[in-house]
């Protein structure tokens, strides 16, 4: 039988979360998309942006008269990609912005070059901007503009030096759905840049449900000791160790009068709010972004946010695993045994490979009512990072057809990810002489493939399942945002859903 350790108490576990411990008094207004983004009739006036790839400045396209191409010369500016330039009024005022886009297709860190203009709404000016021509992929620059203009303030007690430069949205644009898709990124980047003193699991479960609130959506949580008596013996093992009660999420929403037999989408995200590693303990640096180890739940608050926000016709379902991987007396240990959901054991290799343990608890649960579509979002391997770096996640699919769907719209939207196998061959890795399965293999050798397969012996009647194995974190400022959280796939999964649902 698998062995288990004393049965956590409820007064084991404090619910009262770290106090944020900055004079909030002296934080300034947190900045919204709306200080950022206008609507297109906005009366105030407005400066240009000119938008000048290679070939229209060899051509002197775009608009620009006589005095700005000599002013463009004289600073040898060519339309190379993500150079700017300022160019003078009259008076002495700024008369017009130039941004490079290239040879159009060079944006951050995929797609139309368009893109490139988020880094103007981190560098220019204070003052109202507009894009001066018409541009096959307008939706795609303003929304660039949104997500390179976050910046996160929380902790910061002076105020910004000045006001953000905005952009007037070009005509013709849905203003409310822009801002409510840079929100929603805006949201994910925010808990995961939070550090875990103020982001607990409570707070995931806080953040849901506000979510919840705003949207009509209902909220279960599954707390504690209670996870025992739900089969869900694994988010339990993984949280027990920490004074903060693990749990699990689940949030149910449907479209108002939406259709009773629309599809339904499951969204399981990893929230795990502090990895150090457990027993198998992390080194000091390897600690240093732990707070990044909810990416995969905030990447699924995000998506979730986005459906939610534009009336979606689906039956939407978001479960999060959430846990605190910490270090005490009660900790689980390697060479335990543990039982899962799905009544299959699994013995720890390894108790920093935390986050697939959560996972198959939740895929488990959540598999049972059989989803049409089931998605894993996860801060789940190194490997897959040094096979495919930062910027590009990971992931797994069956489903031939979706996979080449979403690839190319992840493409298209600068949000990429890169398809891996579930490689049959490595199911091996997995075996275990005492139990079902190990949750880790001893090789350095596909990491992230075994790991892809643990998940999928946990889900067995979801008609579709896709796993992605993420960064949730962009390592240096980019054009679509500064340092810090990014909950990455949630756009190229919108767009794949949207155009999903109106075909």
């Not at 479960?205 to 599954?222: F, K, V």
């Not at 999420?249 to 590693?277: E, S």
């Not at 909810?294 to 998506?303: I, P």
């Not at 031939?400 to 490689?423: C, I, K, N, S, Y």
Request: hydrophobic fraction near 45%.
């Amino acid at each position: 039988m698998p062995h288990h350790s004393r049965p956590v108490q409820a007064a084991d576990f404090r619910e009262t979360k770290t106090p944020f411990m900055t004079d909030t008094s002296t934080v300034a207004r947190p900045l919204s998309p709306t200080d950022v983004l206008a609507p297109h009739d906005a009366a105030e006036a407005s400066t240009p942006i000119y938008l000048l790839s290679d070939t229209a400045a060899a051509a002197r396209g775009v608009g620009l008269d006589e005095s700005a191409w000599r002013w463009l010369e004289a600073h040898r500016f060519t339309g190379s990609a993500r150079k700017q330039i300022l160019l003078p009024g009259p008076t002495g005022a700024i008369g017009g912005v130039v941004l490079g886009l290239g040879n159009g297709a060079a944006g951050d860190p995929s797609g139309p070059s368009e893109l490139l203009i988020g880094q103007l709404a981190a560098s220019l000016p204070s003052g109202l901007y507009h894009l001066a021509e018409d541009t096959p992929h307008a939706r795609l620059a303003a929304l660039a503009w949104g997500l390179g203009a976050y910046r996160f303030r929380r902790y910061k007690t002076a105020p910004a030096d000045a006001a953000p430069p905005r952009l007037k949205i070009p005509a013709g644009l849905d203003h409310r759905a822009i801002v409510d898709q840079v929100a929603a990124v805006w949201a994910g980047r925010d808990l995961i840049n939070t550090p875990a003193s103020d982001l607990a699991p409570e707070d995931l479960q806080a953040a849901a449900q506000r979510l919840a609130d705003e949207h009509g959506a209902h909220l279960d949580a599954i707390v504690g000791d209670e996870l025992l008596a739900k089969g869900l013996r694994m988010i339990h093992a993984v949280g027990r160790a920490s004074p903060r009660a693990p749990r699990l999420i689940d949030l149910r929403w449907q479209k108002p009068g939406g259709a009773p037999d629309a599809p339904t989408l499951t969204l399981v995200g990893k929230g795990i709010t502090f990895d150090t590693g457990g027993l198998d303990i992390k080194s000091a640096s390897g600690m240093l972004l732990m707070k990044k180890d909810m990416g995969g739940a905030a990447a699924a608050l995000t998506l979730a946010a986005m459906v939610m926000s534009r009336g979606l016709d689906i039956r939407l379902r978001l479960v999060i695993a959430a846990a605190e991987n910490s270090v005490s007396g009660d900790a689980f240990r390697p060479g335990d045994v543990l039982l899962s959901r799905a009544g299959k054991t699994v013995e720890i290799g390894n108790t920093d490979a935390e986050g697939r343990l959560v996972l198959a608890d939740a895929l488990s649960l959540a598999d049972e009512e059989s989803p049409d579509t089931m998605l894993t979002f996860a801060t789940l391997t190194g490997a897959a990072r040094v096979a495919l770096g930062p910027d590009l996640p990971a992931f797994f699919c069956d489903d031939d057809a979706f996979a080449t769907a979403l690839a190319a719209e992840a493409q298209a939207v600068g949000d990429p990810v890169w398809r891996l196998p579930f490689w049959p061959g490595y199911e091996r890795h997995l075996d275990s002489e005492v139990a079902d399965m190990n949750n880790v293999y001893e090789s350095p050798f596909a990491g992230a493939i075994t790991a892809a397969l643990f998940l999928r012996r946990f889900v067995r009647n979801a008609k579709r399942f896709a796993h992605f194995d993420l960064y949730g974190w962009r390592p240096a400022a980019r054009p679509l945002g500064p340092k810090g959280g990014e909950p990455q796939t949630a756009r190229a999964l919108f767009s794949w859903l949207t155009r999903e649902l109106s075909a």
